[in-house]
């Protein structure tokens, strides 16, 4: 269920999110509360396939390079948005040393979205140009019904897409391209809702 944007009298706070009835999630993105279900069993599943997949090799070094903070739903806070959460997101360690303690106040260079029948609209209208306003460098975006992940890069401001990958690709893609990953493995088996 979408609960979209949510009407306030003046800019949202985090005393709208702390006010959200349990089951619902939101962020502030230019001053406005958007609000949706918390995600299912499948977009929860691909989220641990990806932790496991890149925690390994960026996070910990082990069999990669190592040099970054990988993260799920981490909440972020930046200027006019005081809270926000992509599916997932890294920081280059250069950037970002130590792990903050509360709400991470740092751009990510990477963020991950795993789009949903409720969430595709305000990922890929709101999120997106958002995402490329405060200067994430990397964005992937999952479809896990079409079971495809696109990969973009800022440039200049604008998103290029780098490519569309799917079930059986092994790829290298950026910021992650130094390991190949098997998208294959990726997907969760869920029953039909």
């Known amino acids: ?3 979209g944007a949510k009407p306030l009298g003046g800019p ?9 009835p349990e089951g619902v999630v939101g962020e502030i993105i230019d001053g406005t509360l958007y609000a949706h279900a918390r995600p299912r069993a499948g977009h929860m599943d691909l989220v641990g396939a990806l932790i496991e997949a890149l925690r390994g090799p960026f996070q910990r070094g082990q069999q990669g390079p190592g040099g970054w903070w990988i993260l799920a739903e981490p909440g972020i806070q930046v200027e006019g948005a005081p809270e926000f959460s ?3 997101a890294g920081w280059r360690r250069e ?3 130590v792990l903050p303690g509360g709400r991470c106040k740092v751009v990510p260079d990477w ?6 029948p409720s969430t595709r609209a305000y990922d890929t209208r709101i999120k997106r140009p958002f995402y490329a306003r405060i200067g994430i460098q990397h964005l992937w975006f999952i479809d896990l019904e079409a ?6 890069e800022l440039h200049d401001g604008r ?3 780098l490519g569309v ?3 059986d690709d092994v790829i290298r893609a950026a910021p992650f391209d130094a390991i190949e990953l098997r998208l294959g493995e990726w997907w969760p088996v869920t029953e039909a809702s």
């Open 12 to 20: 949202a706070t985090l005393a709208d999110i702390e006010a959200l």
């Open 86 to 88: 992509p599916d997932l």
């Open 165 to 167: 990958y799917g079930d």
């Open 95 to 97: 950037r970002v040393p």
């Open 1 to 3: 269920m979408a609960y």
């Open 111 to 116: 963020a991950c979205e795993i789009l949903s």
């Open 159 to 161: 998103w290029v897409e």
């Open 147 to 152: 079971r495809t992940l696109t990969v973009s």
